[in-house]
C-alpha cells in the first residue's frame, strides 16, 4: 500500500473583497482561468492545472485549505486509510462538488493545519510562450506553503516518516531541537515547511518566479500602483534555501513570497542542510532585517469540518527574538 | 554666432496602415502620446517631450525628416543661416504648423538625407515611474539615427566641422578611407551614425532600452504575437559602439534598433575609435552573421521641398561584401 | 522488480588536449574539482557529487560513455538483469576502477549510444553560495543529453517502455513518425532527448543556467577571450522545450548548451506536446536559422567493450533539410 | 570668461589599510591602473582616464578632495579667477606633483567641502570590451558625488550660479525652503547632491552600474566574503532620481553607493522634480526603510590647505527624523 503524493498544488483563500483583491493579484502576474461572484481561479504562467489559488470571499480572511496533489487515484484511498487509521477525522469531498477538481478528501493534520489531497484537476492552456500576456512578476507556478506550528519536531516527523517527504534544510540548536524544517516531495527545496510558533497558521504561500528581474519590477509595479506597504520585507537572499525572496501582504493579510534561486533535491546522497539557529548568514544571507510583523502575524486556518478558524497554540520551543525563528 | 544641437530628437516615418503599426510599436511597449485618422505620436517612457517617433498614414513607406532640438530658438535662426550661407535651401515650418512643435526648419543635408531643426516642443508627463504601464521592451528613448549615404568623408566632415558633431568612433580602410562614423552630440556613442551605401537612406533608428532582457522580453513578445519575421539580426553584440543589439523591421519595412551598452563620451581626451574593416569583431563582437537584407535595404527618404522621394546614388567607395560594410 | 533512474548523470568525453579544454571550460564557470595529467574533473556550482563531467585525454575526440544515477545499489542489478534478459552485452565496472565513482555497468544501447549507471558518486561542496567564485556562464547542473540516432521511434520505445522515462515534448510529421522526443526522468523537459539523424552520435550535453543574463555574459566573455567562433548557434529560443539556449562548440567539437526556461513536468496528466514538423516555431521560437554544422556534426561515441568509435547508421527517416529535424 | 565643467572625476580618499581596503574594493570590481604602498588608483570598466578612486593610506579615514573635470586647460584659469574673484583661498597644485594628472587648484567650496578641478588626466586602456574581467558589481564609471552640508540652499545657489550646474531634482517643505538638491553638468540626474544635515561631509560616491543584476549579485558576492555588514541600505529604489541603488561602507566607513536608473536631462525644457518632504515615495519608492546611521554618519572631509577634518556645522534647517531628509 503505497502513494505518491506529488506536489503542494494550491491553496483556497477566504478574502473579504474579490475586487480589491484581484488588483492586486493581476498587478502581480497571475493568470485568472476563471471567476464568478464569490470565487477567483488564479494559475501561474507555466500552470496546465486550473489553478493554483483559489481566492473565496468570506467574512473573515482565513485558510480554507491548502491541497497537495497525488499521483493517482489509488493514491487517494489508500492515503484517506493511512489517516483513519491513526484516528484523523477525514472529510471526503466529492468530485463535482469543487469546480475543475476531482474528489479528494482534507483532513487537520498533525499541527492542525487543514491539508487537502486530490488526484485529478482540469486541465488548460499553458501561457507559459504567450510572452504577450506577461504581467508583473511574470508569476511562474506555486512552489510551497510555510506553515507556523506549535511543534515543528512532530510536524517533522508525520511529514517526513508517514507521508514520505524528505528534508532539505532544517535549523536547529546546541541541543539539536529542530526550530524550522524545509520538506520536499519534487526535487526542489520544499513543497512545505514548518517553523516555531504559535500555530497552526500559514505563513506564507511561495510562488515561484523565473527570474531575479522579475521580483524586482514587481517592487516597481507594486510601488507604482500604490502598494509600498504591502511589500513587507526583501528584496533579499535567505542562507537556508538559497531564494532570492521578496514577501508581499495581499489585501486581507495573506502573505504571498516572491521566490526564485532554489537548487535540485532529487538525490538521496543529498545530505539535509543544517543552519544553527544562531547564525546570522541563515535567515538573511543578505537583506534588511525582517520586521517583526514578517514573524508575528499569520494567516488563520480553518477547521476542515466546521470552517471555523482555529484558536493558536503557544510553540513548545521557548519563543526566540525575531531574528532567530526562520 | 554659436548654435548648441543637443540631440537627434525624433523621426516622422510614412507608413501605409496605421493600425498596422499601432499593433507593432505598442509590443514594443511605446507610449502612445496621442493620434488622430492620420497620424500616431509615441514617446519613450522616460521622455517628456511630446513625441519621438511620428508615423504619418501616407501611400508608400518612407522617411519624411528627422530631427533634431537646438538649446534654444536663437540657435535656430544661427544654423539657418549656415546653411543658408552654404547655399542649401531651407523650408520654414511655422510654430503651430506641426503638432506639439515650435518653429522649425527643414533641409537636405550635405548627403540628400532630410534633417530638421527645431528648438521647442510641448512636454507631457514622463512615464518613467509608471512600472504599472511597462510593457515588451519597455521602450526608454529615442537615442539615434543612422544614415546610409553615398559619400562618408563627406558627411563626416559637414556634421563634425560645422555642426558641431563628435566622432566616437569609426571604421577605415589601410588607406584611411572611412566607411562609416560615429558622431555624437549628447554624450553618448552617437546621436547619428554615416555607413557607406546606396544612399541617401535611413538604415534605422535606434531605442535606448535600460537593460539587456528587456530586449530578450522583446523577442519573446513579438514571437508570441507572430512577428517573428520582424526580428532581422540579433540579439547581438557590436564590438563597434559595445552596443548590445536587436534589430527589427515594422510592418512597412521601417528599420528599429533596440539598444543597450553603451557608454559615456563626454571628454575631450576621449580619442575616436579606429577599426579596421577586416576587423570581424568590429560588427559582431559576437552573434550570427547578419543577413544580407540588413545590408542593402533601407528607408527612402523625401525631399523636404516637394515630399518625393529621393533616388539613390551609388557609393564612392567600392561596395564591399555585406560583412565589411558596419 | 522495480529500479528508480533519477536522472542524467555525467558524461565521459575524450580531448585531444587538456589545457585548451581547461581554459574553455573555466571561462564558462565550470567548478574543477580535481584533476591529474590525463583526467580533469567538472562539477556545476549547485552540484554536490563530483562532477558532472568528466574530461579525459585521448587520441581523438569521442564520448566515452554517458551515464545516468539511480535510486540505490539494488536498483543497479535489477537494470542490469533488463538489460541481460533482453540480450545485451553488460560491462561492469567496479567500484574504485573510476575516481569518485560506485561499482557501474554500462552498455550500448537500442540506438548504439553508450550509456552507464551507476548509485554512488562522491560527494563535496556545494559552490552555490560562493558568489565569489561565480564566473562566466556560471554553469549550475547538468540538465540534459541529447543524442542523434538512426531510429527515433526504436529510442523512443525503449525509454519509455522499458526505463521508465516520461515523454514532455515530440515531433512528428502528418503520419505520426516521431522526428524527435524529449524525455525525461526528474521532472524537468528532459534527462535525454533523442532527433533523427546519422546516429550514434551525441549532439549535445545540456548545462542549466540560472537565469538568462548569465547566458549572454557567456556570450560576452567567450568573445572578449577570442572564442567567438565557439558559439555556434543562439542566444535563441527554442519553441520545443521553451530553452533560452546558446550552443558552443568545446576545442574538440564537442557541442555544450547553456540552457535556461524549463518547466516542471512532474503531474502525470501533463500531456506530451506535439509539435509538427513544418511548424517553424518549434526549433526556432526566435533567434536566427542554425548553421548546418548544427544538423550535421556531433560527436561520436565509443563501444563500451572496444573503446572504439562507432560506425553511423543512415536514419530511418528521410532526412529532411536542416531546419526541419529538431 | 567661460568655463566649461564637464563631470564630476574623482574622489581622493583616506584609509587606514590599503589591503584592507583592497580586498573590498576588487570584490566589486574596480580596475586596479596602478598601486604602490600609500595608493591605489581605482577606475571603472568603460573609464578611459587613468583613475576615478584614489585611496591613500592615512592616519584616519577621510575625504582629502573630491575632484572635477574641466573641458580644457584655459577653462582652470578662468575658473580659479572666479573663486579667487570672490575671496576662496585656491590652491594650486602643479602637474607632475599628483600621479597621472595635470595641473589643478583646489578649494574649500562655499559649503566647506574641498574639491579640485583639472582638465588633464592621463589616460589608459578601457576595460569595456574585456568581459572576461568583470568582476562584482561590474562598476562602469563614477557617476556623482554626495555631500552634506549645512546650507542647501547656499551651495545651490552658487552650483546653479557660478558654477553652471543645472537641478535635475529637488526636495522642499512648503516654504520652499530647500532640503536637497541634485545638481548636474553631464546630462545625468546629477554629478553632485546636497543633503542639509551636519557639515561639511561626503555622504557617498555614486559608481554606475550597467544593469540591475550586477547590484543583486554584488550582494551576493559581498555576502559570500563576510561583507555582509557592509551592505548598509537597499537595494531599492528612491523615488527622486528613479535610482535602483545599494549602499555599502567601506573597511573605512567611507560610502559607496551603486547605482542604476538614472535618465537624460539633456534638455532646458527638462524643469526640475520637486518632491515635498513629506512625500514617502521621495526617499523610497519601494525598500526598507533606511537605518539611522545612513543619515547621521558620513566621511569627515580636509581643509585643502592643512590636510585637517573640518569640524562640523549645525544644519540651517532644523533636522527632521531621518526619513525626511533625503
Request: some cysteine; proline content about 4%.
Amino acid at each position: 500500500m503505497t502513494f505518491d503524493i506529488i506536489r503542494s498544488a494550491r491553496a483556497v483563500l477566504h478574502v473579504k473583497d474579490l475586487d480589491a483583491s484581484r488588483t492586486f493579484y493581476e498587478a502581480l502576474g497571475f493568470v485568472e482561468t476563471e471567476a464568478d461572484d464569490t470565487h477567483i481561479y488564479y494559475r501561474g504562467l507555466e500552470e496546465h492545472n486550473h489553478h493554483s489559488l483559489l481566492l473565496k470571499k468570506g467574512e473573515e480572511a482565513s485558510v480554507e485549505v491548502i491541497s497537495y496533489k497525488l499521483m493517482g487515484e489509488e493514491d487517494l484511498d489508500t492515503l484517506a486509510s493511512l489517516f483513519d487509521g491513526k484516528g484523523y477525522k477525514v472529510k471526503w469531498m466529492e468530485a463535482g462538488s469543487q469546480k475543475a477538481i476531482g474528489r479528494s478528501f482534507r483532513v487537520q493534520d498533525v499541527s492542525g493545519i487543514p491539508v487537502e489531497f486530490f488526484a485529478k484537476m482540469d486541465t488548460v492552456d499553458r501561457m507559459l510562450q504567450r510572452y504577450d500576456q506577461y504581467r508583473g512578476a511574470r508569476v511562474q507556478r506555486i512552489d510551497h506553503f510555510n506553515c507556523m506550528v506549535s511543534d515543528v519536531q512532530k510536524a517533522y516527523n508525520f511529514y517526513t516518516e508517514e507521508l514520505g517527504f524528505r528534508c532539505s534544510e532544517y535549523t536547529s540548536s546546541d541541543d539539536e531541537a529542530i526550530w524550522a524544517a524545509w520538506l520536499h516531495r519534487k526535487p526542489s527545496v520544499h513543497d512545505v515547511a514548518f517553523m516555531n510558533g504559535d500555530g497552526p497558521r500559514l505563513h506564507h504561500i511561495g510562488f515561484w518566479l523565473s527570474d531575479q528581474l522579475s521580483l524586482i519590477h514587481a517592487c516597481d509595479v507594486l510601488a507604482s500602483m500604490g502598494y509600498v506597504d504591502s511589500i513587507e520585507r526583501g528584496p533579499g537572499r535567505h542562507g537556508l534555501s538559497n531564494a532570492f525572496f521578496l514577501y508581499l501582504r495581499d489585501p486581507d493579510g495573506h502573505r504571498i513570497e516572491l521566490y526564485n534561486g532554489d537548487y535540485l533535491t532529487s538525490d538521496p546522497d543529498f545530505k539535509p542542510i543544517r543552519w544553527d539557529i544562531n547564525d546570522p548568514m541563515r535567515q538573511t544571507f543578505w537583506g534588511h532585517e525582517a520586521p517583526d510583523r514578517w514573524f508575528n502575524e499569520a494567516s488563520l486556518v480553518q477547521n476542515v469540518h466546521t470552517g471555523r478558524t482555529l484558536p493558536l497554540q503557544e510553540p513548545t520551543l521557548k519563543k526566540k527574538k525575531p531574528t532567530f525563528i526562520i
